[in-house]
């Protein structure tokens, strides 16, 4: 018989799909014992016979070049399979870098976990909820002998590895257990809470996500914040500490330096954390909100140049900041080759 076009036939389900079995995927699955030898694991399927962990054999991804190796059914790794696509849902238009066929606004929708006697409802696109997906598990990798609660085979520590980021045009190295870096894997999203359109790579936008947290997990991150800022401000201080005066007089010098637009703060050229730079008025400009908080603690040669070159442009202390920076990055290069 030929797959076709048809309605489940549940009573309650009214959802469409392209098969040749008389109900969906969500209705014919149920729970079954693994058929593997000496395995009996019970696992949530509506047609195979063997649980993933037998069903599926480890291998090495067959794209040239890729050393990646994974379990699964396909010959290539999830990023070698990753291509530009248009979402399948009606009435959606995103496009979008994956191997699924909706986009991931799509995908994720409210559903009730399908394990025995749950009643939890969980956002995602998995069948679960996190307590019945997670299981207490021995780490795989040889040697390791750690054991945790999760969903994969290796331990954080084992995952974690310095890889190159898997996005089209991106060839970022960082330190991870995600095949996309911190950059690549933000987006458009709309938060759930307040309906706001925010660019990240969180659920919820900031003050949505700050204000679901308990009032004494906030004291708390609040306290180690401003300690730990004011002892990098304390330890890079040249010539005394800069007083409150100080800042106010570099805010009201102009508009942010970075974009022309109003400033309310103050931000370190070259920044504390991680790069050594120093509490002084040479290393002081201002800048607005927005401006300070898409720099953190990189540096100008790692920022947006657009609104650095603009920078340069108009503040002689942003100029040799960034002159200081590319001779260290060009001595660097030159160290490596």
């Known amino acids: 018989?030929?797959?076709?076009?048809?309605?489940?036939?549940?009573?309650?389900?009214?959802?469409?799909?392209?098969?040749?079995?008389?109900?969906?995927t969500r209705h014919r699955a149920k729970w079954k014992e693994c058929a593997a030898r000496d395995c009996g694991r019970e696992f949530w399927s509506a047609g195979s016979r063997f649980c993933s962990e037998h069903r599926y054999p480890e291998r090495d991804c067959a794209a040239q070049g890729c050393h990646h190796r994974f379990r699964a059914g396909n010959r290539f790794c999830s990023r070698c399979r990753a291509t530009w696509r248009e979402c399948l849902t009606d009435d959606c238009a995103s496009v979008y870098r994956g191997n699924a066929l909706h986009c991931r606004s799509c995908l994720t929708t409210d559903r009730q976990c399908v394990a025995k006697g749950c009643t939890k409802t969980c956002r995602g696109t998995q069948s679960r909820c996190w307590d019945h997906r997670s299981?207490?598990?021995?780490?795989?990798?040889?040697?390791?002998?750690?054991?945790?609660?999760?969903?994969?085979?290796l331990c954080v520590g084992c995952r974690t590895i310095e890889r190159e980021c898997g996005a089209q045009d991106c060839y970022t190295v960082f330190w991870g257990d995600r095949s996309l870096c911190n950059d690549c894997r933000k987006s458009d999203r709309e938060c759930p809470?307040?309906?706001?359109y925010f660019w990240g790579r969180t659920t919820r936008c900031g003050p949505c996500w700050w204000r679901q947290l308990p009032a004494d997990v906030r004291a708390a991150l609040s306290r180690a914040s401003c300690n730990a800022y004011r002892a990098r401000k304390l330890a890079a201080q040249v010539a005394g500490p800069v007083s409150a005066e100080e800042y106010d007089r570099i805010r009201n010098e102009g508009p942010c330096v970075y974009c022309g637009e109003l400033a309310t703060e103050v931000d370190h050229v070259r920044p504390l954390a991680n790069h050594g730079g120093w509490e002084h008025p040479s290393n002081l400009v201002p800048a607005c909100r927005f401006c300070n908080a898409s720099k953190r603690d990189r540096l100008l040669t790692e920022w947006d140049q657009t609104r650095v070159f603009r920078a340069v442009r108009n503040s002689p202390k942003v100029a040799a900041e960034y002159e200081r920076q590319l001779s260290e990055l060009n001595e660097g290069t030159a160290e490596a080759s």
């Open 1 to 24: 018989m030929a797959p076709r076009e048809r309605v489940c036939a549940e009573p309650s389900c009214d959802r469409s799909y392209k098969a040749t079995n008389r109900f969906c």
């Open 135 to 153: 299981v207490n598990r021995e780490c795989a990798t040889e040697g390791c002998e750690n054991v945790y609660r999760g969903t994969t085979r």
């Open 193 to 196: 809470d307040c309906g706001e």
